[in-house]
Each structure stands twice: as structure tokens, then as C-alpha cells.
């Protein structure tokens, strides 16, 4: 470790006296414009190429900067607009300049350390960046459904269609099996908690049994809460090549969102109303009966059929036949004072309702970015963030208690009526075990989740050196982000479901409190010479997180009671959870051959309190080298080909120790040994890749087509390999195994019509794919951790030499039984069926704009992937299944060994649909009294269409939420909702 | 400016400095395995709590009291939200992969492994922390529960057979045909019994036992107690390696006779009816921390109607069924339950027998029956029969005394484990003509396969076949 830390002190000390004199200086003027339209363009970086002197334009686009004698060259860049080189000759200067709008995004500034970035034109790794106008085209309720489409190289996939969220983000494919599977969320430079949380939804549904939540709790993934609204703009560092800088978080990628500044010459108050709705976009095709027998051959009781008004009743209309009003009002003011304070001020209130009576969610959240100047060097950023959120997400999705809609649709014949009668009480539900109803269920069970959250950051920026030649200045990043997610689940005695219960009438009230907090502190060092510019950065880095989530529940609680303490029986588990982090890091860049040639070398050093040895320091190193080509085939603007290699961890979240299972009997504790043995030695896993593309620029900037190819592996897995039963344990923690992972991810961008009279169409196409497979695995293949139902409907199993997300499930028979009517146990044939995983998916994304009209649109297409859909097994085993003939045909096929559950889950969607109109400036001033510098209109969908053969509610779902694998399991979802919305925007 | 530097200088060095904060956080939610160090009488109760705790765990809703009944056809369970309950029992296989057919397996061999745990641990105890007969007393005790456990797998898995588990905590031992297992489960039992009588009856256990160890006749806390438990397993042990339809052994029947007669301590129907009920038992609580309700409370669980229409004018276990709302579905239809089968509190907090003296008159019964023994099997049956109000009854032949037993067993041990579907098993009457068709196809299953995952851990995706 000590080398590390002096070879890093070396390099810093080198750099930093082996900069040249001073030279004498000169001013130069200028103005920047707008190319075609000659508009002023404020808040543009102005540099002189290969010295730190630097400035940017004013409200009329004005700039006056420092330069050495001598001809120099300027380098011109702005968000939005393409990145512009000047030659400036020796003397008195004033120039103008203009800049091309970057309509496919070609220049933007992409992360490569904790405190520096390098222009896209130069980067070596293939990062996404979404603006922020980009990623709110069409309203989202949450952050994770705005990014779906955008990324390539990201499947991003809804686990239900209740409101609030609750939605997966896997980046360049499975990179572990146990140990932490989602991207790294980091804001403003602080990381930010995805934690899904339980609220314990389970004590009702039953779908794991006990009194407590569980993953099948249809949890939220909490970067639900982050406003979109706010966000300037996202980068995507997609695997370790780009993310070895997070260390032992960076394995699975890191989404890092900047938020809104204030700039110099933006003052401005922008409004944005919405409103909206949404239907049931897709529905089971569920069995109409047409007579008493045909109700009495399927096994139910038929009395009332003919007094029955309705003899075919759509439930599922019924139920989730709501036309929620949907709202979101959106308030942001931004802007910078003459004394050096920026400021960026921001409110929102949300409403969405959810297809079912009393099913919604709501958020509320005020922002404050605040950034001040301290004379020339001291630069000091405030950014703070309140988050208000209440969902009720009712039930869905597995259960053991009939409770689900869908479980009671399917057991119900469809001449009983279970809606609501004139005298408001319900009738009993004919189900199951218990009469549950859910129209009963929906009118008298609660399920609020009410999150408080705070996220706050803080930088500091000290110039210790600035001159023509070399810079050193020292960040201090600090960031906190807390919150309180407060659960309750009330589900009174007076509900049918609950009266088959011992204690009927149960309150599940869950408070989880989750802290992270970030510190680190970076010197960077930029040495500019005509030959070269050299950036060393150094510096260290701190994370911990205190998790505490506790449950209370109780059962035989009197109707309207909602204090858990006057429960006849109470249930209670908590479960805690402390871990630090340290991390010491170097990095040098280094621009040379006029600025073609970029090299990238660091290493970050980190350890913590979930390793073994929590004093032991691993490295994760990097290296990367991009090379714009100089001899251009025609038709070329430029062309680039970089590689870049990076190692990171995923550090072990569980399995260090060994612990006791306690248990209880007559009120006297006793132990034994959990059936899941520990690693002291435990060591994250590592993954390395190797990443290398080509960008590509053609037609002055019309065309773009970046291709990447990636080869990730991860070794040292941490496997929780199954033990043999009989043993007493059932699981071991190791390390061991290796993934490798092999991906394509293509992106053309391309601007194929702009004419003079304002008509233009910008078109964007993403493609990824990529297969990971089990190269070594030293223990027997074992289904993993994440929830199944069991191989003869399909689970995923790890196994040497297979696909990381290939499908197992018991799929054919040696020989059937004598009559020929079933497949014996010992003879189902348990064999690899498919891939869960899409072969490849691909985003089509356009935008027309013609004159004050606007038009874009964004289909999602993943092709492939299978999913396991259980629903179907409720309606067929139920007789309730609207193809009564394919219904006793995969009962049969069913019992004879074949899985007729399982089903391709490829899909093409419209995620997106935009058309907005700008108002003309009379009008937008005749409405506004003069004060409105624009206003636009749009009408905008979501999810409005998919065309999929799957038969389910939805392709995209997962019963057990976000997990790394087996995510395929389809059992009884919220329905899919499509959304439109009506915007007025206007900025004052 | 010069105090913006010091203010930013001091900045970096608090910063740097917290660098050196150590990152170790120590668990915080439970104890870990080295916290308990060597046996002692602190750590025994901790232990032997927790043995019993999880053979308590072990006597589930399903793969104990639920499967076997429905194998039986006893019980039904008509779950519309898991069609498995009735798709892997009456009308397919118990899938490996899947509850139906990987219980019974798991936690037995947990329990095992934590008296194996016990018993090294007591080889490695302070030299004065216990006295050799309080040595020997657990020995005996921990032995006993080890084969109480393999026995519940065995009886599970009946001829796909079992594994026996050895102090090499991670072998994975071969799967072993159900003689083999049946003889090592004697052979444990008769060790124990030594053991036990080494430390001899006047010692008490060094450890407290739950209430359903003491309160229910006898205080099996008294060795001279839990001598009689191990004796009677014992003979119900050996009872079912004499008429293992694979490997009979005749024999053995006079033997299971004269050990069940020990654990009884009374002649063929000499056992007064107020003794029936004596014997060890699983409490519940649910609720608290404990949190543990009797399993038998399900109200998805229905009795076949023809354990109401079998039962006989008078026969006052009539009161164990009950009838309730009608359950439809997979093509099953039930309105009788279990009394106990109601979620109620009381029920919850049921206690469940482990093996009472009921039982062992019966098991004496069978015994007595396949030996010829008939005027002693009528004594022991009618000793049943006639508590319950029913006039006595008398049979000459094996398949006629097999019958009449049956019946009581039915009635009297009516969700108290699968001792039915264990008997219909050895008679060969699990099957169609015995019983009529509940569903189209209607296996007739008798054997839980070896579970998914330790045929996993095996390299295996079937059922070995299992070795002498």
C-alpha cells in the first residue's frame, strides 16, 4: 500500500515542478454566434489549446481572455453545439466565431476521473450521455422509465405496471450471481441508494409465507424518487473499462446524473404543467360461459347462472378500469448574479393514479443548486434535494391467500358478479381458499409507502497554481443522501380475505432508514505545453452506508385500528447493516499529437469493512488510448479508434461469517448453526474489460456511427454454491468461477433531412447484444439464490460451459405412464431450454421538427428471451382460460413433461410519442402579459403500443423485482398501463 | 486569499486524515458460529434448544402432516393460488425441484447436523464442566434425536432410501437403501438406550427440556423417562424393518413387541386409557418472538369425505372432523376438515404428539397381528376401541386384524404424521383398488424423490439408485 501511495506523491510532485516558465501574456476579444442563425450564444467555454487559460462567453456572447504572445489557437465549446478550434495570429484580437448546433450530440464532455473529464471527441470509452431535454421528451413517473430506449447496451425492463416504479437496470449484461447487480447511482458526485425495500405486502399475500415482506413484495428499486426534471444530464459509464475508478461498486456500471446549474447569462423561471391519464393496455382472455353446464363441467357451481344479468363479466375491466387524472407541475428558476453566486431553484408536485380505485403515487420535491465564487480561486457548490413520496401499489403478483385479482378472475366463473352493490356492500368472492374479493380488496386495503429523502452535496474547488502553462487546484466532494421509506400495510378484519384468518385483521407498519454518505478529495494537475497537456489526478475517497429496516406486524387488529401495538399477536424483525469504505487513487492523462493521441493510466486502491480482511487494499487499475485518425476517407469529419481496458470489484454484501440461527421454544433461545456457512477470507469479485471501438463522423457532422466490442469477466465470484442437504448446510460462500461476457453495441446517429426552411429530421438507432457465459465454476451446477417456482415451470441454473442466463426447466419425458396420460417423475427429462436473455435489442429513436412543430418518437425493440409465464397456469388449471381448447391442451401437454409455461418475451414497443407545437412569440406574449420568452405545447404517450406473441399481461415483467438472474418469472402482474400526457411549457 | 488557502489547505488534511478511519464493522444482527466456543451448560441449553427447536421445525404443514394425508388420501389441499398441491400429489409426482418434493430431507439433516455438533462438542468440553453419567445422559439424549430424524427421512423417502451423515461435516455421503437405513437407525437407537442407561435413570439431563417434554405424563427431563421414548421408537422402528415389503424381516416382530411393551410398561390391553395420551409433543406459540403456531391450523385443508363416511356409529373421534365451507377445485370438492385445521388461536397453540402411548398400543397391535399373536392384537385394539365408545372387536386373520387397525390408527392418529400412509405402504394397499380414483390419472405415490438440490450437489439430475 505505501508504494502505492508514494509512487502516486511521485507522480504528483513530477508533475507539478517540471512545469515551464511563465511567458508573457496578451489579451484576446471575441464573440461567439449561433452558425446559420448569427444569435449570441452565452455560457460558451473558450480555452487557448495547450494552456489553462480559459473563460466563458456573456449574455451577448462576448469574451475577453488571457493568451500567450504569439499565435494561438482557441478552442470553442458549448452543451448543444459542436466543439470548434481558432486560429488567433499574434497581436491585438478581436474575433467572432460561429458554432454549429451538435444535433446528434457529437461533443460532450465524458467523465473519466473523480474530478476530470476529456471531450467525447477524444474519449476511449464508448460512454452514453442523455441530456436532459432528451431524457423528459415524454413525461415518466420515475428516472429508470425515462432512460428505457436511450442506452445502448442497457435493458432496462419494468417489473410490473403498478404506479411508482419498480423498474431494472442491467448494463453490458449479468456480471454476478450474488453479489450486488444494479449500476452505481451517483448525483452531483455523491452515490446515491437503489435499495428495494419490502413493505410487507407478503403478510397478507402469503406469496413466501411468514408475517414479513419479501422479495415477491413487488418492491421499488428507490432511484424512483430522483426528480428527472432536474437533470442536466446523465452519463452511462457501462462496465469497468469506464468505472474502475468506483472500485468495488463499479462492476455493474455507474449511471452518473448531473444536476441543473445556474450559468451566466440563463436567468430565467420555466413552468411546465401536465396533465394525463392512462388505460389498461392489455388484458388475459378470460373465459365468457355461455351455459349453467358449460359453468357445471368446469367444476363450478352454476346457481344463479340464469338469474345472472351479466353473464360475462370483464373483470379485469371492472377492476382496472380506472382513468386516473394524472398531474405534474414543474417550477424551476435558474440563474447567476454579478457577485458570483449561480443559482438553480426547482419544485415539483406529481400525481399518478394507479388502473385500480385507491392505487396511485405522488411525489413532491424541491431543489436548491447553489454555487459562489471566493475571489479567483475558491469555488465553493452547495446542491440539496427534498423528496417527498407516497405510492399505494395495492396487490399484485404472487400470493398464497387468493387475494390477488388475477388469482380470483381465475377461479371465478364469469356470470357472479363481485363488484360493488347499490347498498355498498361487496358479495363474497366464490374463490378459493377464502371469499376474498378484490373489489372489496381494493376499497378496503391500504398500502401507503411514504418516502422522506434528503440528498445533499457539497464541493469545493481551491486553485492552488493557475497559470499560462499549469494548473493545480484540490476538490473536496462531499455527499449525503438519507432517507426514511415508511411502509403500512392495513388490511382490516372486516376484509373476506382476512376471516379465515386465526386473528383476523392485520397492520404491517415498516420503517427503514438508509444513510449513505461520501467524502473524497482529489488533486488534479494539468501541465499544458504546445506538445502535449498531462493531467494527474490524485486523491482519496470514502463511503459508508447504515442500513436499519424494521418490520412490526400484527395480526387481530380491530377494523379502523391502525396502531400495530393493540394487535392480539405481534411479529417483529430488524435487520441492520454498517459498511466502510476507503479508497486511494491515481490517474494520469495525457494529450498529445496535436491532440489525437489520448492516454489514460490510474489505479484505484480501495478496502472495506465487507471484506474478509477488511484492512486489505485491492487494486483496480485502468488503462485506455484513443487515436484520431489524421488521413480520413472521404466524406470523413473524423475518425477514432480507441481501446480502453478497466478492472473493477463488486464487493461480497453477505457470507464473511457463519452465524447461529436462533430459535425459540417456550420463550427459552437456542441456537444452531445456520445451514449457510461463511468465508472469513471472503474478496469481492474482479472484472476486467477489454473495450475497443471506432467513432465514426461523416457529412459535416449529419452522420455518426459508433460500433463497440467489449469482452468483460468477472472471476472470483462469489457463489453461494449449494452444499449437499444431507451435509446439515445447505449453502457455502465462496469465491470462485469465472463469467465472460461478450457484447456488441452499435449506435447510428444521423440527421438524414435539414433544409433551409426549418425542416429537420434527426434519426438515432442503438443495437446491443451481448451472451455471457459460466467458464469456470468449481462446484456443481446449482440453481441460484434468486426466487423460482421450480424446474418443471423454468428456473435459471449456473452451470460451467452454459449461458450465465440459460433456462432450465423439465421439458420432455423418457416414456409416459401406462395409459399414456403423464409423465412418472424419475422419467421428465430436466434439460437446458433457451436463453432468458433477448438475443439483442434495439432502439429506434426520430425527432421532425418543422418549423414550430414538433414530432419524436422512440420504439423499443428486444428481440428474443424467454419467459416463464405462471399466469396462464391459473387460468388453465382454473378452466378459466378463454381458449378452452388450448387450455386442456397444455394441461395435458403438461402432465405428459413438456413446460408449456414457457414463452418468447421479445417484444417491439412504443415507449415514447411526442408532438409538440411552439406557440408564436405573439401569442406565447399576448398570454403571458409580455413576460414569456417561449412557450410550447405537447401532446405525448408512453407504452402506447406493443406487439409481442407473448400471452401474457406483459413481457417485461419479474415476480421477485429486480434480481440478477431468473428475473423471467411471470405470475399473476399489475397490468401494463399506456400513458398520454398533455404539456404546456413555458420560460419566463 | 491567504485565509481562503488555510481554510482549503486545512480542508484537504481533515479529509486525508479521515482516510485513516478503520474499516472494520463488526456483524451486528446475529452471533456468529465462534462465538459459542467449547460445551459448557451454558452453551448445551443454547445447543440442545435449538436441536429441538429445529426438529419442531421439521414436523411442517406439508411434506409431515399435509403429503403423507394426501397420499393417504386422507387430506386434500385446495389451494387455487398453488395448483402443485393437488397437480405433484393426486394427480402427478412430487416434483424434486419444487415443495412438493424436496421436504422432508433439509431440515432432518440440519437437526442432525446440530446434534452432531453437540456430541463433538462435548468430546472437546472442560474436563470438569460435566460428570461422565451427565455425559452419557447427552449422548444417549442427542443419539435418540438423530435417529428420530433419519427416521423421518426414511419414512419419506421410503425405497428411493437416504444418506447417513458422518462427522465429516461436508461429505456427501451415499444414498442408502431403506434396510441399511432402518438397520443404522436400530442400531443408533439401541446405542443411545446404552448410553442412557449408563448414565443411569436417576440422572436428569443437564439442560431444561420444552414443556412438551414434561408435561404431558411423563417428565421425559428423567433419563429413566426418556429410556421409555427411545424404547418405543425403537420398537416402532423395528416394527417397520420386520414388514419392509423389500427386505421382511419376521423376526424382528417379537422383538418390536417386547420393546414396545417396555416403553408402555403394561401388557397387551393393560395400558389404561389415561396413559394414551403420554408422550413427548411439539408445543406452538404463535405469536411474539416465538412466533411458532401449530401447522396443523390451514384452512385450505380438507378431509376426503370418506373419512366421514368410513367412521362407525358412535365412535366419538367423530369429533375430530368438522364440517366447514366447501372447497372446490382441480376437480376435488371437500366441506369436512380436521377439528384442528381451523385457524384459531386455540389451535394454533395446539400441541402435537411425537409419539404417544396410542400409538404404540396400535404399532404393539400390528406387531402382535403379523406374529399370529391375534388374542393379544384383539386386546390392544379393543384397549383403542372401546375408549372411543366403540363395541370390541375381534378378527383370525392378518388381512382382517390389518383392517380393523387401520381404522384406529385412521381416527385416532388423524394428523399426527404419516404413520397412514406408512402402514397402507407395508400392507400394499396404497393403491387404486383400495381406494377409489380422485383424479383422472391418479398415481399412487409412496416416496418423496431426493431433492433437487442435493442431487445437485451430486452431479445428478435423477434419483440414484441407492445401495444396500
Known sequence: ?988 | MKRYSTVALALAVAATAACKDNPVANPIDNPTADALGGLTHATLQLLATGVLGQDRANADAFSYLGEPGIWARNVYRIDASEPRFVQETLGGNPDPGSFSGSGAWNGYYTAIRASNTVLLALDKAPPAEFTPAEASAIRGFFRTVKALEEWRVIEMHDSVGATIQTDDQYAVNPIRCKPAILAYVAALLDSANADLTTAGGATTFPFALPSGFTSFGRNYSSVANFILFNRGLKGKVDYYRAIDRTNPTPALFATAIAELTTALGAGPGAVPPSQFSWGPYYTFVAGGSENTPNVISDSKVRLNPLVLDSIQAGDTRRSKIVTTTTLTGFGLSSSITYSGATATTANQNAPLGILRDEELVLLRAQAEIEAGQFANAILDVNDVRTNYGLPATTFATVADGRNAVLYEKRYSLLFEGPQRADDLREYGMLNATYHRPETATDPFNAALPIPRGELNARNLTVNPACTP
Not at chain 1, 414543474?330 to 457577485?339: H, K, M, P, Q, V
Not at chain 1, 378463454?882 to 414463452?903: I, P
Open chain 1, 1 to 988: 500500500m505505501n508504494r502505492i501511495r508514494s509512487s502516486v506523491f511521485s507522480l504528483l510532485m513530477l508533475a507539478v515542478f517540471s512545469a515551464s516558465a511563465f511567458a508573457q501574456t496578451r489579451r484576446i476579444s471575441g464573440r461567439v454566434t449561433v452558425e446559420g442563425s448569427g444569435e449570441p450564444l452565452n455560457a460558451a467555454s473558450v480555452t487557448v489549446v495547450g494552456t489553462t487559460f480559459g473563460t466563458y462567453t456573456d449574455d451577448q456572447g462576448r469574451f475577453t481572455l488571457n493568451a500567450p504572445d504569439g499565435p494561438v489557437t482557441l478552442r470553442l465549446r458549448r452543451i448543444g453545439y459542436i466543439q470548434k478550434t481558432f486560429p488567433v495570429s499574434a497581436g491585438p484580437a478581436d474575433v467572432n466565431i460561429g458554432l454549429a448546433r451538435d444535433i446528434l450530440q457529437l461533443e460532450t464532455q465524458v467523465v473519466t476521473g473523480t474530478a476530470t473529464t476529456v471531450s467525447s471527441v477524444n474519449a476511449a470509452n464508448a460512454v452514453t450521455v442523455i441530456s436532459g431535454e432528451r431524457l423528459n421528451k415524454v413525461p415518466a413517473q420515475t428516472i429508470d422509465y425515462a432512460l428505457q430506449g436511450k442506452v445502448p447496451g442497457a435493458i432496462i425492463t419494468q417489473n410490473s405496471g403498478a404506479p411508482g416504479g419498480g423498474v431494472q437496470i442491467q448494463l453490458r449484461g449479468v456480471s454476478t450471481i450474488n453479489a450486488s447487480f444494479q449500476p452505481l447511482y451517483v448525483i452531483d458526485g455523491a452515490i446515491v441508494d437503489n435499495s428495494q425495500i419490502a413493505n410487507g405486502v407478503n403478510a397478507i399475500t402469503q406469496a413466501a409465507g411468514g408475517n414479513f415482506g419479501s422479495s415477491q413484495d413487488q418492491r421499488v428499486n428507490r432511484s424512483a424518487d430522483l426528480n428527472p426534471n432536474d437533470i442536466e444530464s446523465i452519463q452511462v459509464l457501462k462496465g469497468p473499462s469506464a468505472s474502475s475508478i468506483y472500485g468495488s461498486r463499479g462492476t455493474n456500471g455507474v449511471i452518473i446524473i448531473t444536476t441543473k446549474q445556474g450559468q451566466v447569462g440563463q436567468n430565467s423561471l420555466d413552468l411546465t404543467q401536465r396533465f394525463g391519464t392512462a388505460r389498461i393496455s392489455n388484458k388475459i382472455a378470460i373465459r365468457c360461459f355461455s351455459s349453467g353446464a358449460e359453468v357445471d363441467a368446469a367444476g363450478f357451481d352454476s346457481t344463479g347462472f340464469g338469474a345472472a344479468t351479466n353473464k360475462c363479466h370483464d373483470y379485469q375491466q371492472e377492476l382496472y378500469g380506472q382513468h386516473p387524472f394524472n398531474y405534474q407541475t414543474i417550477a424551476s428558476l435558474r440563474g447567476a448574479t454579478a457577485g458570483g453566486t449561480n443559482y438553480y431553484l426547482s419544485g415539483l408536485v406529481q400525481h399518478d393514479g394507479g388502473l385500480v380505485l385507491n392505487d396511485n403515487y405522488n411525489k413532491q420535491s424541491i431543489r436548491a443548486n447553489v454555487g459562489q465564487k471566493f475571489g479567483g480561486r475558491l469555488n465553493l457548490r452547495a446542491n440539496s434535494e427534498l423528496i417527498h413520496s407516497l405510492t399505494e401499489r395495492g396487490i399484485s403478483g404472487n400470493d398464497n391467500t387468493g387475494i390477488n385479482p388475477y388469482t380470483n378472475f381465475s377461479q371465478t366463473p364469469s356470470f357472479l358478479d363481485l363488484t360493488r352493490q347499490p347498498d355498498g356492500s361487496f358479495p363474497k368472492g366464490l374463490a378459493v381458499n377464502n371469499t376474498s374479493n378484490p373489489f372489496q380488496n381494493a376499497v378496503l386495503i391500504k398500502t401507503p409507502e411514504d418516502v422522506f429523502r434528503m440528498l445533499g452535496s457539497g464541493s469545493a474547488v481551491y486553485d492552488f497554481i493557475s497559470t499560462d502553462r499549469q494548473k493545480l487546484d484540490f476538490t473536496l466532494n462531499g455527499g449525503v443522501d438519507s432517507y426514511s421509506d415508511h411502509t403500512r400495510i392495513i388490511s382490516p378484519a372486516t376484509a373476506y380475505v382476512e376471516q379465515v384468518n386465526a386473528n383476523p385483521g392485520t397492520i404491517v407498519v415498516g420503517d427503514a432508514n438508509i444513510l449513505n454518505a461520501t467524502l473524497g478529495g482529489v488533486f488534479r494537475h494539468q501541465l499544458s505545453a504546445s506538445a502535449f497537456t498531462a493531467t494527474t489526478s490524485a486523491g482519496f475517497g470514502q463511503v459508508r452506508r447504515n442500513a436499519d429496516v424494521v418490520q412490526n406486524t400484527g395480526r387481530g387488529v380491530f377494523p379502523g385500528v391502525t396502531n400495530v401495538s393493540t394487535a392480539t399477536q405481534i411479529f417483529t424483525t430488524e435487520s441492520q447493516d454498517i459498511v466502510k469504505s476507503n479508497s486511494l487513487f491515481g490517474q494520469e492523462e495525457f494529450l498529445t499529437l496535436s491532440e489525437r493521441l489520448f492516454l489514460t493510466a490510474g489505479v484505484t486502491a480501495e478496502r472495506t469493512s465487507n471484506n474478509g480482511d477488511a484492512q486489505k487494499y485491492y487494486a483496480y487499475p485502468k488503462f485506455s488510448a484513443s487515436y484520431r485518425f489524421p488521413f480520413l476517407p472521404p466524406k470523413t469529419d473524423e475518425l477514432k479508434f480507441r481501446l480502453a481496458y478497466g478492472r473493477a470489484g463488486n464487493q461480497p454484501l453477505s457470507g464473511k461469517y457463519t452465524f447461529l440461527t436462533n430459535i425459540i421454544i417456550d420463550g427459552r433461545t437456542g441456537y444452531r448453526s445456520s445451514t449457510a456457512v461463511g468465508l472469513p477470507g471472503i474478496k469481492p469479485e474482479t472484472t476486467s474489460e477489454l473495450e475497443g471501438g471506432l467513432d465514426w463522423t461523416m457529412f459535416s457532422g449529419r452522420a455518426r456511427l459508433s460500433a463497440t466490442q467489449f469482452r468483460k469477466q468477472t472471476d472470483d465470484l462469489l457463489l453461494t454454491a449449494a452444499l449437499a442437504p444431507s451435509t446439515g448446510f445447505a449453502s457455502q460462500t465462496i469465491n470462485g468461477g469465472q463469467l465472460v461476457t461478450h457484447g456488441t453495441e452499435l449506435e447510428l446517429g444521423m440527421t438524414p433531412i435539414r433544409t433551409n426552411g426549418g425542416f429537420e429530421w434527426v434519426s438515432n438507432t442503438t443495437y446491443s447484444s451481448n451472451k455471457g457465459k459460466v467458464t469456470q465454476l468449481p462446484v456443481p451446477g446449482f440453481i441460484p439464490a434468486s426466487g423460482s417456482f421450480g424446474s418443471r415451470f423454468g428456473n435459471a441454473f449456473i452451470k460451467q460451459g452454459q449461458l450465465i442466463t440459460v433456462l432450465q426447466a423439465v421439458n420432455g419425458c423418457t416414456a409416459l405412464n401406462a395409459a399414456g396420460t403423464a409423465c412418472p417423475s424419475a422419467n421428465r427429462i430436466l434439460t437446458f431450454v433457451g436463453n432468458a436473455s433477448p438475443d439483442y435489442e434495439m432502439g429506434f429513436s426520430n425527432d421532425l421538427n418543422f418549423g414550430s412543430f414538433h414530432f419524436s418518437s422512440l420504439v423499443d425493440w428486444r428481440k428474443g428471451g424467454l419467459g416463464v409465464n405462471l399466469t396462464n397456469d391459473y387460468f388453465v388449471g382454473g378452466g378459466t382460460l378463454a381458449d378452452t381448447a388450448r387450455a386442456r391442451k397444455m394441461l395435458s401437454d403438461f402432465a405428459k413433461g413438456t413446460d408449456v409455461w414457457l414463452e418468447n418475451s421479445g417484444f417491439v414497443k412504443i415507449r415514447e410519442l411526442t408532438l409538440g407545437y411552439d406557440l408564436p412569440s405573439s401569442m406565447s406574449s399576448m398570454l403571458f402579459h409580455g413576460h414569456a420568452q417561449n412557450a410550447r405545447i405537447e401532446l405525448s404517450g408512453r407504452n402506447l403500443k406493443t406487439w409481442t406473441k407473448y400471452t401474457g399481461l406483459d413481457p417485461e415483467v419479474s415476480n421477485f423485482g429486480n434480481q440478477p438472474l431468473g428475473r423471467f418469472q411471470d405470475v399473476t402482474p399489475y397490468p401494463p398501463s399506456r400513458q398520454w400526457y398533455l404539456t404546456v411549457n413555458t420560460t419566463f
